[in-house]
């Protein structure tokens, strides 16, 4: 991620939405920054994860996943924003969802799950900020998945000191705090179609 060359005086929601679909930008501690590029492993892991939470939703409407895009306001409390994320998967639970939100914007709050998908161009202090600024804000889990050694790093705001939960293989995820009686396995997240298994073999 690297410092956007945008001039504002002030970084609203206004400003947010004046740049465009285009413009992947976050904001951390009041700058802004530019998303890394990602690639296509990343995006079939991303596809992995959002498709595996959305099939259990269709079964268990007790809320709605999204899939990299929606800005997350992160509970700003005043005009000028401080802190705006867009998780690569996310999900907010029904009741977690103010009957006032004008959903032509951004969420005005927190995710109840992020789900961050690292990239080659991740910085591990950069990644570790994010996770905490997320749980602080109210963020109930955060999942940090490494597609390049297909572990998931699974952190709670309700275990203090920070734990981190390492998930590999065909472990179970436990995830049954969000989404009760779940059975995510671990390896599902990593899952590739046959023609990105020989391109990876090849790479």
Known sequence: MTEAAFDSPELTVEYLMQLG??????????????????????????????DLLRVYLKQNEIGTAFSDGLIYLMKNDNRSLKHAFIPDVSF?????????????LPFPGVPDLAVEVVSPGDGAEEVQSKTRTYLAKGTLQVWVVYPETSEVHQFR??????????????????AGELFPDIELVTSAFFKLPKWAEKLRKKS
């Open 92 to 104: 907010l639970r029904n009741e977690s969802i103010p009957e006032d939100w004008d959903i032509t």
């Open 157 to 174: 705001k309700d275990e203090k000191p920070l734990v981190i939960r390492v998930y590999q293989g065909d472990d179970v995820i436990d």
């Open 21 to 50: 679909e285009d413009a992947r930008v976050e904001i951390w501690d009041g700058e802004i920054f530019d998303m890394s590029p990602v690639g296509g492993l990343h995006q079939i892991v991303v596809d992995n994860i959002a």
